[in-house]
């Protein structure tokens, strides 16, 4: 019995600049604590035996996930596309827009498209890759955007288009 997961397709290359900046000052800060674990791992390995020793244990544990996300960092920085100008058209709905809609009950929700990179804990930013954003590409204001999801199909009505 595998535990094989087939591999996750692939995400889009693109990102705001604020997102970009952002993903590098992660790096930065990233390689500031590294430098700070390794200080304290060395210490640990010095107390002696390591089988037992529970910092030895957390701290390698600790550089292992730092290491992990320095080096998811490094092989995808250099693949992002950094998109920083606003589309010719401004009443279309393209990357990084700012979108208003209104589902059947009158329900407002305000949705901001971005690179897949860019969503972690960020309040109504959504991937371009995630269903909503694609079907809300290239639709104009006013228009009726019809989402397949799970639960069923939710109708949206654009209301409001804005960039930053």
């Known amino acids: 019995m595998s535990r094989y997961r087939p ?4 995400k889009s290359p693109y990102i705001t600049k ?12 990233l390689w ?23 910092e030895y244990i957390y701290r390698k544990k ?8 320095i080096r998811y960092l490094q092989k995808r920085l250099p693949d992002l596309n950094v998109v920083s100008e606003k589309p010719s058209t401004l009443n ?3 990357f990084s827009s700012i979108i208003t809609l209104e589902d059947d009950a009158g329900n407002e929700t305000t949705y ?31 228009d009726e955007v019809v989402v ?8 949206y009505l654009i209301i409001a288009i804005g960039y930053e």
């Open 112 to 142: 901001r498209i971005v690179g897949p990179d860019e969503i972690d804990h960020q309040p109504h930013y959504i991937s371009m890759d995630s269903p909503v954003a694609k079907a809300l590409f290239k639709k104009r204001l006013d």
């Open 92 to 94: 279309q709905v393209f």
């Open 62 to 69: 600790e550089l292992r996930e730092l290491d992990r996300r």
């Open 18 to 29: 604020k997102g970009f900046e952002k993903l590098q000052a992660e790096e930065k800060a």
């Open 32 to 54: 500031l604590k590294r430098r700070e674990v390794v200080t304290a791992l060395s210490a640990a390995a010095a107390e002696g035996d390591r089988s037992e020793n529970a």
């Open 148 to 155: 397949n999801t799970p639960a069923g199909q939710i109708s």
């Open 7 to 10: 591999p996750a397709p692939p």
